[in-house]
C-alpha cells in the first residue's frame, strides 16, 4: 500500500560526506512524520533525525551540526545530507514513514519501514 525506496548509501572516508533520499509512495493522505534510523551491528535501531509535515524537525544528539533533514520539491520524498562523517555514523540506515493512508474504512494512521542502506565511513 506504501513504499519506501531509499538510496544514496556507500563508503566514504572520514571527513566526507553522503546525501540519503528516501521515497515514499502508494495511498498517503499525508506524511506525518518522516524520519531516519540507523542500526550498527548488534546494536539497536536509534534515531537519527525526523521531519514532520509542518517542518519541523528533530535530531540525535551525535549528529547536531553534522547532517541535515529535509523535505525534497517531490512529494513525499525526504534527504538526509551528512557531513563531516565519522567512523562511528557506520551503520545500516533505515527510513521510517509515520503516514496517514485511505483504506476503504476511512482515513487511517500506520508505520512503514524501508529496506535500509549501508553507510560506512572508513577512517
Known amino acids: 500500500q506504501v513504499q519506501l525506496v531509499e538510496s544514496g548509501g556507500g563508503l566514504v572516508q572520514a571527513g566526507g560526506s553522503l546525501r540519503l533520499s528516501c521515497a515514499a509512495s502508494g495511498s498517503i493522505f499525508r506524511a506525518n512524520v518522516i524520519s531516519w534510523y540507523r542500526q550498527a551491528p548488534g546494536e539497536q535501531r536509534d534515531l537519527v533525525a525526523a521531519i514532520t509535515d509542518g517542518g519541523s524537525t528533530n535530531y540525535a544528539d551525535s549528529v547536531k551540526g553534522r547532517f541535515t533533514i529535509s523535505r525534497g520539491n517531490v512529494k513525499n520524498t525526504v534527504y538526509l545530507q551528512m557531513n563531516s562523517l565519522k567512523p562511528e555514523d557506520t551503520a545500516v540506515y533505515y527510513c521510517?514513514?509515520?503516514?496517514?493512508?485511505?483504506?476503504?474504512?476511512?482515513?487511517?494512521?500506520?508505520?512503514?519501514w524501508g529496506q535500509g542502506t549501508q553507510v560506512t565511513v572508513s577512517s
Open positions: 521510517n514513514a509515520d503516514v496517514t493512508v485511505q483504506t476503504l474504512g476511512g482515513l487511517t494512521r500506520r508505520g512503514y
